[in-house]
């Protein structure tokens, strides 16, 4: 926000007699300008705000990529992806998770779209746990033994790694 412009004044003002009289062109000035103007220290300007990231390993370890990336870093969910995650247009097409996976995904060099589905199903886990935590309750589930019906808790950072049995070559 420190660069950010901010347009002041319109087309026209109005003076003390309700006259109309246009106004010169618009001044744009950053907020860095309008602190010092109203002798605002610099320290309580609010600076751009950096999303938190993480760098998670690959359950493939690379080993099918061209580049052999065997990690990507990934962004916390923010409200940004909220508005993806519901978007209707989005989730009719079926585009929902593919554009999530390209916000989140901040390395250039492994895309999102580049790899195996087993990672970027693992990756979409990664992301929900960096917003709403371990713990997933997918709603009621009836036992289809006794019909009794309860509410688990899963606990997302228990959930293993299937491990590659054979590499290629």
């Known amino acids: 926000m420190a660069d950010e412009k901010i347009v002041l004044g319109g087309n026209k003002s ?13 001044v744009e000035r ?41 990690s990507v870093t990934i962004k916390y969910l923010t409200a940004e992806e909220d508005d993806i995650l519901y978007s209707p247009e989005l989730i009719k097409s079926g585009r929902v998770l593919d554009v999530l996976l390209d916000k989140a995904v901040k390395d ?5 779209e580049d790899m195996l589905s087993g990672d970027r199903n693992f990756l979409l886990v990664e992301i929900r746990k960096t917003g709403l ?36 070559n």
């Open 133 to 168: 935590g371990n713990d997933y309750v997918p709603g009621e589930v009836t036992c289809p033994s006794c019909t009794e019906t309860y509410t688990p808790t899963i606990d997302l950072s228990k959930l293993g790694v299937k491990e590659l049995e054979a590499m290629p």
């Open 108 to 112: 250039v060099d492994l895309r999102p």
């Open 30 to 70: 950053t907020s860095q300008d309008i602190a010092q103007e109203h002798n605002i220290p610099k320290e309580y300007l609010d600076n751009e705000f950096q999303v938190p990231t993480e760098t998670v390993g690959l359950p493939s370890r690379g080993v099918f990529y061209p580049n052999k990336k065997d």
């Open 14 to 26: 109005q003076d003390d007699t309700n006259q109309n009289i246009p106004v010169a062109e618009k």
